[in-house]
């Protein structure tokens, strides 16, 4: 039966978990970036890029999750192709919050490691599903 | 060359130190060994044998960090010499919000300060110059007002406490500042009435070169106010002599300045009394100074300068209230009298009470003197005041040559004064037209023994009762009643060549006769429910 149906059935739960997941990230974030510029020293012009960075990343995740369940269930591979190019952008973002924020706290460098997994983890799912559906 | 050497002299400030094991803050003296001080480089194997404990035992860079350096310093003290042993180890905080990694190099440790230059020095010493300084160097400004002259429109209306300007600055009311010592700068404040005393050096030779002893120095200035200058008259002047007795001059529009005559300095100001007059909406329009001038010796090193001021309102005469609107205890009774020429009740309504000889119309009863000799005392009199039970007296020594009824009027007048009230204010604020708010006083007559020919007085006992009167939380005293007891006894003829002494007494006695308060309550809301008449329209 795996001939007649192409979608990635782990693609789809992972989509699924990476969505909620996501939610809870974005808030955590943003909490501790309140927390550390209540405890430390944060100037304005070093706050402003991380969150930005923050609201950039939770802007291209909607489009890339909705083009990933799609292109998943209508075995499109044009979508998922778009999806795959959203999640490198978000990889970037997540890596410069992991590395390169004003202050790393360890369990920033937790949520983002948990993350950048997750979509290590979808690229790849990712990929073979788009060499399924062209073949 | 002067160049060169300028640019090699502009300095940075040292670097901060990060590293923990050079780190320590025990070592205060230079190329000396501090005691106890495990971390100091100038100490040798030595020094550390001879120390008891490590007062720095550990120094660790920031501990919000997730994991840091630590330089552990302690004493082996089982060795023999002891030594010091040193460690460098990593210290792990296991919080989870513990920071991994900062990306922006100032957040842990404080920011160095600018170096002044010949280039940023006017900027750093306006931005930090002054006595404090804020994160927001541009609106703080810290200069005072006596530099900047003053617009017309600030002067016009005096607030209360606003300093009161003149011409070049303000009007001076020289006060002790610190210590004793007269200072210049004190300046009065409207409508706050002051008294101070002060003292100033002086030398008597260069006494008409000294300003503060000239009458010049506190007139000179016109004060400002509204759209004119108001200038200071002097209202009169006093003479003191050099044993203190003060007579007030009938001319008072010569200008008198200190002199040096005689071995004397003579016209030098030993006190300052102003009078400020000022109108309802609080613009000053008269402003007049008392004098009192006096002569100093020449071997007086300082002389002790007093100075007042006080404010009157136009058109009012200044009474002090004794409590607004309850009496405060401690401040005088209020007493007057009614008005000749109106004897009848019904013409109270329209009369005013005149307030009594007292000059601050107060009630007063007999002052102890030191002599104690009741025909000596003459009107020596000490104001009663709200709430303090006073009892005063004096002897009377009474001589067989003494006759009664002189005698008895005499002490009538000892214990009650020239002008004994028959009035007492209700409230501390009753003023002088509400003939209502005015106690009469009572008079009793107490004979000691039985009538005889020759009585006198005593003994006078003012008794005041006294009423807790408006809200629970902030009563008011009120006073209801005074009763003034005179006590006779008989004065036995005594036979010729004795004397006798018998004790005079006057008192004061403040009762409270305040009822419990009740606490009375708002009565609960009815509701009031009517149906319309043609509720039941049609039936009815």
């Known amino acids: 039966n795996n001939s007649s149906q192409l979608s990635s059935l782990p693609l789809h739960i992972l989509l699924y978990v990476n969505g909620i997941y996501y939610i809870f990230y974005f808030l955590a974030t943003l909490a501790m970036i309140i927390y550390k510029s209540q405890v430390f020293s944060y100037p304005d012009d070093l706050l402003a890029p991380d969150l930005a960075v923050l609201f950039l990343m939770a802007i291209l995740e909607v489009p890339r999750l909705y083009l990933g369940f799609k292109g998943n269930l209508t075995e499109a591979e044009a979508p998922l192709g778009l999806s795959l190019g959203l999640t490198v952008g978000s990889v970037v973002l997540c890596v410069y919050l992991l590395q390169w924020q004003t202050y790393v706290l360890w369990a920033d460098v937790l949520l983002n490691a948990v993350l950048l997994s997750a979509y290590g983890l979808e690229s790849g799912l990712k990929v073979t599903a788009i060499a399924a559906f062209v073949s | ?540």
């Open chain 2, 1 to 540: 060359p002067a160049d060169t050497r300028d640019a090699a002299r502009v300095r940075s400030a040292p670097a901060p130190i990060t590293d923990v094991a050079r780190l320590c803050v025990c070592d205060l003296l230079v190329a000396q060994c501090d005691v106890n001080c495990c971390c100091d480089p100038d100490c040798s194997a030595e020094d550390f044998s001879l120390f008891t404990t490590c007062s720095v035992p550990v120094v660790i860079g920031d501990s919000q960090l997730c994991s840091q350096k630590a330089a552990v310093y302690s004493l082996d003290v089982e060795a023999n010499p002891p030594e010091r042993i040193f460690k460098l180890i990593d210290q792990v905080n296991p919080s989870i919000f513990c920071i991994h990694a900062a990306n922006y190099e100032q957040a842990l440790y404080l920011k160095s300060p600018e170096i002044p230059t010949p280039e940023n020095f006017d900027q750093l010493l306006e931005k930090f110059g002054g006595a404090s300084f804020r994160a927001e160097p541009d609106s703080w400004n810290l200069d005072t007002d006596a530099q900047n002259p003053p617009e017309a429109n600030e002067t016009s209306r005096y607030e209360y406490g606003v300093p009161v300007q003149t011409e070049d600055a303000f009007l001076r009311l020289p006060s002790p500042v610190v210590s004793s010592w007269c200072s210049d700068a004190n300046p009065a404040g409207f409508l706050v009435n002051q008294a101070t005393k002060c003292i100033r050096s002086v030398s008597v030779e260069n006494c008409d070169s000294i300003q503060a002893l000239s009458m010049l120095f506190y007139i000179n200035s016109s004060i400002l106010a509204s759209v004119f200058q108001v200038n200071i008259t002097v209202q009169s002047i006093a003479v003191q002599s050099l044993n203190g007795m003060r007579t007030l001059l009938s001319s008072s529009d010569v200008l008198r300045l200190p002199m040096f005559l005689d071995e004397l300095c003579i016209n030098a100001v030993l006190g300052v009394n102003y009078h400020i007059t000022y109108t309802d909406t609080g613009e000053i329009i008269e402003a007049a100074a008392a004098f009192v001038l006096g002569a100093i010796s020449k071997e007086t090193l300082s002389i002790e300068q007093s100075f007042e001021i006080s404010f009157t309102q136009e058109n009012t005469q200044p009474v002090p209230l004794s409590g607004n609107p309850g009496y405060v205890v401690g401040l005088p009774v209020r007493a007057g009298f009614q008005p000749q020429g109106y004897p009848f009740p019904a013409a109270f309504l329209f009369a005013a009470l005149a307030l009594s000889s007292n000059k601050h119309s107060q009630l007063t009863i007999l002052q102890s003197t030191s002599t104690q000799d009741c025909l000596a005392a003459q009107g020596a009199r000490a104001p009663v005041l709200f709430g303090y039970n006073m009892i005063s007296g004096c002897k009377l020594r009474i001589t067989a040559a003494m006759k009664c009824q002189p005698l008895a009027q005499t002490l009538l007048d000892v214990l009650k004064g020239q002008s004994f009230p028959e009035y007492v204010a209700s409230f501390g604020n009753s003023q002088a037209q509400d003939v209502l708010d005015w106690v009469p006083i009572t008079q009793l007559h107490i004979s000691q023994q039985v009538k005889s020919p020759c009585q006198i007085p005593v003994s006078l006992g003012i008794e005041v009762k006294w009423t807790k009167y408006g809200s629970l939380v902030n009563p008011q005293a009120r006073i209801v009643n005074v009763t003034a007891t005179i006590t006779t006894t008989t004065l036995k003829q005594l036979p010729s060549g004795r004397e006798k002494i018998i004790p005079i007494t006057s008192s004061v006695v403040f009762t409270d006769i305040s009822s419990p308060a009740e606490p009375s309550y708002k009565a609960w809301p009815t509701i009031n429910i009517k149906l319309p008449f043609d509720f039941f329209y049609p039936f009815v």
